[in-house]
């Protein structure tokens, strides 16, 4: 589902209000924040940050370092074997592991990044996206 933020300006730095399931909403948390009808904001759509790091290529580079300083010259050449493809599965093993272990610390991200798309003031954001409004299944939220 699309979430959306707003702040003053799309350059900002940080953005004021959201996440938000809708266009109105962010409207709604502008005007209670003493928003004017007629007061520009910047929209933005949220894209949630996931962890996907290679995980792979640190341990990889880690173990040869490691053993290196271990053994030295003996461990030259240790893992020149595992390719991208390797370091693809090592990966797909590692990085649920991580998720996971995120998810019971109670440390999942919450942070996202926000991709600006409009300067409005807040009546015309609503104007602009009145059809999409209009449209919206019954129960459902607009976008």
């Not at 209670?32 to 962890?51: P, W």
């Not at 370092?65 to 893992?79: F, I, N, P, Q, R």
């Amino acid at each position: 589902m699309k979430q959306y933020a707003w702040s003053r300006h799309s350059d900002d730095e940080l953005w004021y209000g959201g996440p938000c399931d809708s266009i109105r909403e962010c409207v709604e948390e502008a005007q209670g924040e003493d928003y004017e009808m007629d007061d520009t904001f910047a929209l933005g759509l949220i894209e949630r940050y996931e962890v996907n790091y290679d995980f792979a290529q640190d341990i990889v580079e880690r173990l040869c370092e490691d053993a290196w300083d271990e053994v030295g010259e003996a461990s030259d050449g240790w893992l020149d074997s595992a390719k991208r493809p390797e370091l693809d599965r090592l990966n797909e093993k590692i990085l649920p592991i991580v998720r996971e272990w995120l998810k019971e610390i109670h440390e999942e991200p919450s942070f996202y990044k926000v991709l600006p798309f409009e300067e409005c003031t807040l009546a015309e954001a609503l104007a602009l996206h009145k059809d999409k409004t209009a449209n919206a299944p019954k129960g459902g939220k607009d976008n």
